[in-house]
Protein backbone atom coordinates (compact mmCIF):
# COMPACT_ATOMS: atom_id res chain seq x y z
CA UNK A 1 0.00 0.00 0.00
CA UNK A 2 1.26 3.37 -1.15
CA UNK A 3 -1.32 5.36 -2.20
CA UNK A 4 -4.76 6.56 -1.55
CA UNK A 5 -6.12 4.91 -4.69
CA UNK A 6 -4.88 1.54 -3.61
CA UNK A 7 -7.69 -0.91 -2.41
CA UNK A 8 -9.49 -3.74 0.07
CA UNK A 9 -11.38 -6.19 -2.02
CA UNK A 10 -14.29 -7.09 -0.77
CA UNK A 11 -15.64 -10.99 -0.80
CA UNK A 12 -17.57 -10.28 -3.70
CA UNK A 13 -14.45 -9.11 -5.29
CA UNK A 14 -15.72 -5.27 -4.87
CA UNK A 15 -12.59 -2.76 -4.51
CA UNK A 16 -12.78 -0.49 -1.81
CA UNK A 17 -9.96 2.21 -1.18
CA UNK A 18 -8.03 1.65 1.60
CA UNK A 19 -8.64 4.98 3.49
CA UNK A 20 -11.84 6.35 3.79
CA UNK A 21 -13.04 10.40 4.78
CA UNK A 22 -14.82 10.26 7.45
CA UNK A 23 -18.15 13.02 7.85
CA UNK A 24 -19.64 12.08 11.29
CA UNK A 25 -20.85 15.24 13.27
CA UNK A 26 -19.63 17.53 10.18
CA UNK A 27 -22.15 20.29 10.32
CA UNK A 28 -24.92 20.81 7.72
CA UNK A 29 -24.61 23.92 6.94
CA UNK A 30 -22.13 23.87 3.70
CA UNK A 31 -19.31 22.24 5.71
CA UNK A 32 -19.74 18.76 4.78
CA UNK A 33 -19.99 19.60 0.99
CA UNK A 34 -16.81 21.63 1.10
CA UNK A 35 -15.05 19.43 3.38
CA UNK A 36 -15.65 16.25 0.29
CA UNK A 37 -14.47 18.68 -2.17
CA UNK A 38 -11.54 19.32 0.13
CA UNK A 39 -11.05 15.41 0.64
CA UNK A 40 -11.25 14.74 -3.30
CA UNK A 41 -9.01 17.28 -3.72
CA UNK A 42 -6.36 15.72 -1.65
CA UNK A 43 -6.86 11.98 -2.91
CA UNK A 44 -9.28 10.83 -0.78
CA UNK A 45 -11.34 8.68 -3.05
CA UNK A 46 -13.93 7.04 -0.62
CA UNK A 47 -16.42 9.25 1.75
CA UNK A 48 -18.01 7.67 4.17
CA UNK A 49 -21.71 9.36 5.66
CA UNK A 50 -24.61 8.01 7.14
CA UNK A 51 -28.86 8.84 7.28
CA UNK A 52 -28.59 9.44 10.74
CA UNK A 53 -25.48 12.10 9.93
CA UNK A 54 -28.17 14.79 8.63
CA UNK A 55 -25.83 15.39 5.70
CA UNK A 56 -26.33 12.75 2.59
CA UNK A 57 -27.35 15.69 0.70
CA UNK A 58 -24.33 17.95 1.49
CA UNK A 59 -22.13 14.71 0.36
CA UNK A 60 -23.95 14.48 -2.67
CA UNK A 61 -23.37 17.52 -3.69
CA UNK A 62 -19.11 17.74 -2.85
CA UNK A 63 -19.09 15.14 -5.22
CA UNK A 64 -21.38 16.40 -8.16
CA UNK A 65 -18.84 19.91 -7.91
CA UNK A 66 -16.00 18.42 -7.17
CA UNK A 67 -15.70 17.47 -11.17
CA UNK A 68 -14.68 13.89 -10.35
CA UNK A 69 -16.43 11.03 -12.23
CA UNK A 70 -18.83 9.01 -10.14
CA UNK A 71 -17.71 5.78 -11.08
CA UNK A 72 -13.91 7.36 -9.30
CA UNK A 73 -15.86 7.82 -6.22
CA UNK A 74 -16.40 4.59 -3.56
CA UNK A 75 -19.79 6.36 -1.19
CA UNK A 76 -20.35 4.83 1.75
CA UNK A 77 -23.82 5.30 3.78
CA UNK A 78 -25.79 3.52 6.56
CA UNK A 79 -29.21 2.54 7.32
CA UNK A 80 -30.76 4.24 10.80
CA UNK A 81 -32.54 2.33 13.59
CA UNK A 82 -36.07 3.73 12.46
CA UNK A 83 -35.92 2.31 9.18
CA UNK A 84 -35.76 -2.16 10.16
CA UNK A 85 -37.33 -3.92 8.59
CA UNK A 86 -37.88 -5.20 4.59
CA UNK A 87 -40.16 -2.49 3.12
CA UNK A 88 -38.81 -0.56 4.99
CA UNK A 89 -34.76 -1.20 4.39
CA UNK A 90 -36.14 -0.38 0.87
CA UNK A 91 -37.52 3.07 1.12
CA UNK A 92 -34.23 4.03 2.83
CA UNK A 93 -32.38 3.03 0.34
CA UNK A 94 -34.51 4.99 -1.77
CA UNK A 95 -34.17 8.22 -0.04
CA UNK A 96 -30.28 7.78 0.78
CA UNK A 97 -29.97 7.50 -3.22
CA UNK A 98 -32.47 10.86 -3.66
CA UNK A 99 -30.55 12.78 -0.75
CA UNK A 100 -27.03 11.77 -2.12
CA UNK A 101 -28.11 12.17 -6.09
CA UNK A 102 -26.99 8.80 -6.77
CA UNK A 103 -27.72 5.62 -8.74
CA UNK A 104 -26.16 3.77 -6.46
CA UNK A 105 -24.52 3.25 -3.07
CA UNK A 106 -20.98 1.31 -3.38
CA UNK A 107 -20.99 0.10 0.33
CA UNK A 108 -24.72 0.11 2.87
CA UNK A 109 -24.55 -0.79 6.44
CA UNK A 110 -27.12 -1.23 9.07
CA UNK A 111 -25.82 1.12 11.07
CA UNK A 112 -26.27 -0.51 14.83
CA UNK A 113 -27.88 -3.82 15.08
CA UNK A 114 -31.16 -3.95 16.73
CA UNK A 115 -30.59 -5.84 20.42
CA UNK A 116 -32.23 -8.11 23.02
CA UNK A 117 -32.67 -4.59 25.02
CA UNK A 118 -34.78 -3.48 22.36
CA UNK A 119 -36.93 -6.60 21.67
CA UNK A 120 -36.70 -10.19 22.21
CA UNK A 121 -37.04 -10.71 18.57
CA UNK A 122 -34.04 -9.15 17.94
CA UNK A 123 -32.96 -11.55 15.87
CA UNK A 124 -36.11 -11.66 12.87
CA UNK A 125 -35.54 -8.03 12.95
CA UNK A 126 -32.29 -7.51 12.21
CA UNK A 127 -32.81 -10.28 9.32
CA UNK A 128 -35.85 -8.56 8.01
CA UNK A 129 -33.96 -5.51 7.33
CA UNK A 130 -30.89 -7.70 5.91
CA UNK A 131 -33.43 -8.83 3.92
CA UNK A 132 -33.36 -5.79 2.07
CA UNK A 133 -30.30 -4.71 1.88
CA UNK A 134 -29.88 -8.26 -0.36
CA UNK A 135 -33.20 -7.38 -2.27
CA UNK A 136 -31.03 -3.78 -3.26
CA UNK A 137 -28.02 -5.40 -3.93
CA UNK A 138 -29.68 -7.99 -6.72
CA UNK A 139 -31.05 -5.09 -8.24
CA UNK A 140 -27.59 -3.55 -8.40
CA UNK A 141 -28.66 -0.60 -6.27
CA UNK A 142 -26.36 -0.93 -3.88
CA UNK A 143 -22.49 -2.99 -4.72
CA UNK A 144 -21.65 -4.08 -1.24
CA UNK A 145 -23.71 -4.73 1.84
CA UNK A 146 -22.40 -4.81 5.36
CA UNK A 147 -23.16 -3.93 8.71
CA UNK A 148 -21.54 -1.66 11.24
CA UNK A 149 -21.06 -1.91 15.33
CA UNK A 150 -22.32 -5.67 15.13
CA UNK A 151 -20.89 -8.30 17.79
CA UNK A 152 -20.24 -12.08 16.62
CA UNK A 153 -23.28 -12.96 18.22
CA UNK A 154 -25.33 -10.24 15.96
CA UNK A 155 -23.23 -11.84 12.76
CA UNK A 156 -24.22 -15.29 13.38
CA UNK A 157 -27.79 -14.45 13.89
CA UNK A 158 -27.36 -13.18 10.54
CA UNK A 159 -26.20 -16.32 9.00
CA UNK A 160 -28.92 -17.86 10.20
CA UNK A 161 -31.17 -17.31 7.62
CA UNK A 162 -29.05 -14.92 5.00
CA UNK A 163 -28.41 -15.62 1.44
CA UNK A 164 -25.17 -12.71 1.18
CA UNK A 165 -23.04 -12.60 4.05
CA UNK A 166 -21.43 -9.58 5.48
CA UNK A 167 -18.56 -7.96 3.39
CA UNK A 168 -17.42 -5.28 5.86
CA UNK A 169 -18.10 -4.48 9.61
CA UNK A 170 -17.56 -0.77 10.51
CA UNK A 171 -16.19 -0.56 14.38
CA UNK A 172 -14.69 1.76 16.80
CA UNK A 173 -10.56 0.83 16.69
CA UNK A 174 -8.06 3.55 17.62
CA UNK A 175 -4.97 2.80 20.23
CA UNK A 176 -6.56 2.75 23.32
CA UNK A 177 -9.76 0.53 21.90
CA UNK A 178 -9.31 -1.74 20.26
CA UNK A 179 -12.12 -4.85 20.43
CA UNK A 180 -9.49 -7.29 19.77
CA UNK A 181 -11.34 -10.27 19.78
CA UNK A 182 -14.30 -9.00 17.26
CA UNK A 183 -11.48 -7.61 14.75
CA UNK A 184 -10.31 -10.78 14.60
CA UNK A 185 -13.08 -13.00 14.24
CA UNK A 186 -14.50 -10.82 11.78
CA UNK A 187 -11.64 -10.91 9.59
CA UNK A 188 -11.48 -14.84 9.88
CA UNK A 189 -14.27 -14.84 8.66
CA UNK A 190 -13.65 -12.56 5.48
CA UNK A 191 -15.51 -9.85 6.53
CA UNK A 192 -12.94 -6.37 5.80
CA UNK A 193 -13.23 -4.35 9.45
CA UNK A 194 -13.01 -0.72 9.21
CA UNK A 195 -12.39 1.93 11.34
CA UNK A 196 -14.80 4.39 13.14
CA UNK A 197 -12.99 6.90 14.94
CA UNK A 198 -9.77 5.64 14.25
CA UNK A 199 -8.08 8.71 15.58
CA UNK A 200 -9.79 8.20 18.97
CA UNK A 201 -10.37 11.70 20.71
CA UNK A 202 -8.61 14.64 21.97
CA UNK A 203 -7.17 12.22 24.84
CA UNK A 204 -5.69 9.60 22.49
CA UNK A 205 -3.83 12.86 20.46
CA UNK A 206 -2.63 13.84 23.66
CA UNK A 207 -1.02 10.78 25.17
CA UNK A 208 2.33 10.88 26.14
CA UNK A 209 3.39 7.15 24.86
CA UNK A 210 1.31 7.92 21.41
CA UNK A 211 3.74 11.09 21.01
CA UNK A 212 6.49 9.35 21.76
CA UNK A 213 5.98 6.98 19.13
CA UNK A 214 5.03 9.72 16.66
CA UNK A 215 8.52 11.62 17.52
CA UNK A 216 10.32 8.20 16.88
CA UNK A 217 8.91 8.21 13.25
CA UNK A 218 8.92 11.88 12.54
CA UNK A 219 5.51 11.65 12.27
CA UNK A 220 2.10 12.89 14.32
CA UNK A 221 -0.17 11.10 16.38
CA UNK A 222 -3.01 10.86 13.78
CA UNK A 223 -1.14 9.55 11.39
CA UNK A 224 0.27 6.73 13.25
CA UNK A 225 -3.55 6.29 14.69
CA UNK A 226 -4.08 5.89 10.69
CA UNK A 227 -1.20 3.27 10.32
CA UNK A 228 -2.26 1.50 13.41
CA UNK A 229 -5.37 0.57 11.35
CA UNK A 230 -3.34 -0.31 8.17
CA UNK A 231 -1.31 -2.42 9.68
CA UNK A 232 -3.75 -4.09 11.52
CA UNK A 233 -6.26 -5.12 8.17
CA UNK A 234 -8.10 -2.19 9.03
CA UNK A 235 -9.89 0.17 6.77
CA UNK A 236 -9.42 3.56 8.96
CA UNK A 237 -11.89 6.19 8.37
CA UNK A 238 -10.12 9.37 9.22
CA UNK A 239 -12.26 12.32 9.44
CA UNK A 240 -11.14 16.45 10.14
CA UNK A 241 -12.62 20.10 8.30
CA UNK A 242 -8.95 21.15 8.11
CA UNK A 243 -8.02 20.95 4.93
CA UNK A 244 -4.14 20.44 6.43
CA UNK A 245 -4.95 17.96 8.18
CA UNK A 246 -7.22 15.96 5.95
CA UNK A 247 -3.32 15.55 3.44
CA UNK A 248 -1.60 14.55 6.34
CA UNK A 249 -4.25 11.73 7.72
CA UNK A 250 -3.62 10.45 4.29
CA UNK A 251 0.76 10.87 4.56
CA UNK A 252 1.13 7.45 6.37
CA UNK A 253 2.44 5.46 2.89
CA UNK A 254 6.13 6.32 3.84
CA UNK A 255 7.15 4.26 6.90
CA UNK A 256 6.43 1.05 8.96
CA UNK A 257 5.44 0.69 12.50
CA UNK A 258 7.65 -1.79 14.08
CA UNK A 259 6.29 -4.34 15.90
CA UNK A 260 7.52 -4.03 19.19
CA UNK A 261 5.18 -0.19 18.53
CA UNK A 262 2.53 -2.35 17.18
CA UNK A 263 2.34 -4.59 20.15
CA UNK A 264 2.67 -1.07 22.76
CA UNK A 265 -0.30 0.49 20.50
CA UNK A 266 -2.55 -2.98 20.89
CA UNK A 267 -1.81 -2.92 24.32
CA UNK A 268 -2.44 0.25 25.55
CA UNK A 269 -4.87 1.34 28.65
CA UNK A 270 -8.73 2.24 27.73
CA UNK A 271 -8.45 5.62 26.15
CA UNK A 272 -10.50 7.98 23.97
CA UNK A 273 -13.56 4.98 23.96
CA UNK A 274 -16.70 6.67 22.72
CA UNK A 275 -19.02 4.64 25.69
CA UNK A 276 -21.04 3.12 22.53
CA UNK A 277 -21.61 -0.60 22.77
CA UNK A 278 -24.82 -2.00 21.07
CA UNK A 279 -25.97 -3.97 24.12
CA UNK A 280 -26.20 -1.41 26.36
CA UNK A 281 -26.18 2.09 24.27
CA UNK A 282 -30.36 3.14 24.63
CA UNK A 283 -31.40 4.42 20.97
CA UNK A 284 -31.85 7.48 22.12
CA UNK A 285 -27.92 7.95 22.87
CA UNK A 286 -27.38 6.85 19.44
CA UNK A 287 -28.89 9.38 17.45
CA UNK A 288 -26.46 11.56 15.17
CA UNK A 289 -23.92 8.50 16.76
CA UNK A 290 -21.30 6.98 14.54
Known sequence: MNKLTETFTLSNGVEIPVIGYGTWQTPHDGTTKECVKMALKAGYRHIDTAFAYGNEDEVGLGIKESGIPREEIFVTTKHWITDRGYEETIAAVEKSLELLGLDYIDLYLIHWPCVEKVTEDWKKVNAETWRGFEKMYKDGKIKAIGVSNFEKKHIEALYESCEIKPMVNQLEFHPGYTQLENIRWNQNEGILVE???????????????????????????????????????????????????????????????????METLMNMPLLGFSGFVPEEAPADALVNGN
Not at 223 to 239: D, E, M, S, T
Request: hydrophobic share 40%; aromatic share 8%.
Open 195 to 261: AWSPLGSGAVLKDETLNAIAKKYNKNVGQICVKFALQNGILPLPKSTNEGRMASNAEVFDFEISAED
